[in-house]
């Protein structure tokens, strides 16, 4: 009987994916495909996984491209139009943390606040350059103290506002890449993450004392939302799925429809980094080593299958792309 329903299980995401695929991307310039996120195949590689200028940090879809972006020194830009086959793009605005794609553009994001728009992938052009590091060196001498780090970490889009999180609590917002609100959210704040539906906005700090978040509807004004967690929990990470804003609190998850009210998941787990999908989650590793355990669910964490990799390869984000 247990065949029986695992195979039916099988048969019914392969139905419910037959219109799309799967694009991963992890450090080394690692990128794969699948078809059904169980079985990967197209490994595209630069090296070894680790922190250096073969880090990939974000994907989007639109126009029928993909564009991937990262960097150590300076930028890194790949496109594709079916996932197997990549183009390197040779445009540089610096370390890059961020890509979006919304109302038929793509933006690039670099961490300190530059910023590029194209409409192919391929051809960009410089926008903005939000001046961050003038900014920071302004906001350590109001603070008493000797440097502010400000590195912009991830971007988001929600209601035509663009938002940017890092390093200190430092959020940077704008709606027309010409005027920018810079400032330091939540006090002893170490390193952002960032999620949005589109609607609102939830950062959560997600590093060894991680237990604080908040939410916003335009970027600016941001409201403390910080669970009610113990001593030793802390926050891993916050993300949406489609349908709902998952916070990881270590092996279990807080969920919202609204970004601002939170419960417990109840019957899921979510083993080593939480990646969401509208069409399944993935559990991979480090950023910065191969992914060991890499596994897939298509049911919400309710259960968890391997994942079939062609070979030693890194997992850091996943995209589904509707054909």
């Known amino acids: ?3 029986k329903i695992t195979l039916l299980l099988l048969s019914l995401c392969t139905s419910l994916l037959a219109d799309g695929y799967f694009v991963s991307i992890g450090n080394g310039a690692h990128r794969m495909y699948s078809k059904d996120g169980i079985t990967w195949t197209d490994h595209t590689f630069l090296g070894k996984p680790g922190h250096d200028q073969n ?3 974000g994907l989007a879809h639109g126009n029928d ?3 991937v972006i990262g960097g150590y020194f300076k930028s890194n830009i790949f496109v594709t139009e079916d996932g197997k086959k990549w183009e390197k793009i040779n445009f540089n605005i610096g370390v890059l943390s961020g890509v979006i794609f919304h109302k038929k553009k793509f933006y690039i994001f670099n961490e300190g606040g530059r910023m590029a728009s194209s409409k192919d992938g391929r051809k960009w052009k410089d926008i903005a350059n939000a001046k961050v590091g003038s900014w920071a060196k302004e906001e350590a001498k109001k603070l008493g103290i000797d440097k502010l780090k400000y590195n912009i970490r991830m971007w988001k889009v929600a209601n035509d506002t663009f938002v940017g999180a890092g390093d200190n609590g430092v959020i940077c917002t704008t709606k027309d890449f010409k005027k920018f609100k810079m400032q330091k959210v939540g006090g002893d704040v170490h390193r952002f993450r ?3 539906n589109g609607k609102v906005f939830v950062a959560a700090d997600n590093t060894k004392t991680a237990q604080k978040a908040f939410y916003s509807t335009d970027g600016i004004e941001w409201q403390d939302i910080s669970p009610k967690l113990s001593g030793r929990e802390k926050i891993k990470d916050v993300v949406f799925d489609g349908e709902r804003f998952i916070m990881k ?8 429809t609204d970004g601002k009210n939170w419960k417990k998941i109840k019957r899921a787990t979510f083993p080593g980094t939480l990646i969401t999908t509208p069409k399944a989650y993935f559990s991979a590793g480090p950023w910065y080593s191969y992914t060991k355990k ?3 669910s298509f049911d919400k964490g309710k259960t968890w299958k391997d994942c079939k990799f062609p070979a030693e390869a890194a997992m850091r984000y996943v995209l589904y792309i509707e054909n």
């Open 1 to 3: 009987m247990k065949i």
């Open 55 to 57: 880090d990939l940090k």
């Open 65 to 67: 491209v993909t564009v």
């Open 194 to 196: 960032l999620a949005s």
């Open 249 to 256: 609190i270590q092996d279990y998850g807080l969920e919202s």
């Open 294 to 296: 890499p596994k897939v």
